[in-house]
């Protein structure tokens, strides 16, 4: 694959993405998941400046502006479909909030 039909691929699948976010956001899925998230630590991590350790669930932001659970393994970000997605997709990661507290 050249690097022209790697950009289109990548283009395409950013555009994918950022269709099924816009989708996900309509019907409240991720503005219901983001209310709670803020109260967790919000620090995002630059994928650049480090990766979290491999296998354990984090939150995940594509460059499409998506985000979504996910774990980092074999150089793969794998989301809870086990679908791949290409570690360039993914530009931040942060931490799960712990469960809540057993009354």
Avoid at 18 to 27: A, Y
Avoid at 42 to 47: F, T
Avoid at 65 to 83: P, R, S
Wanted: net charge negative; glycine share 6%; hydrophobic share 35%.
């Amino acid at each position: 694959m050249n690097k022209e039909e790697k950009k289109k691929k990548f283009e395409a699948l950013a555009e994918y993405q950022k269709n099924v976010s816009d989708e996900l956001s309509g019907i409240g899925f991720l503005k219901g998941y983001d209310a709670g998230y803020k109260d967790a630590q919000n620090e995002w991590v630059d994928v650049n400046n480090r990766m979290p350790e491999e296998g354990v669930n984090v939150m995940a932001y594509t460059v499409s502006e998506f985000y979504e659970v996910m774990h980092y393994e074999d150089g793969y970000w794998i989301d809870l479909d086990f679908t791949m997605i290409k570690p360039i997709y993914v530009t931040h990661w942060m931490p799960l909030p712990k469960p809540p507290k057993k009354d």
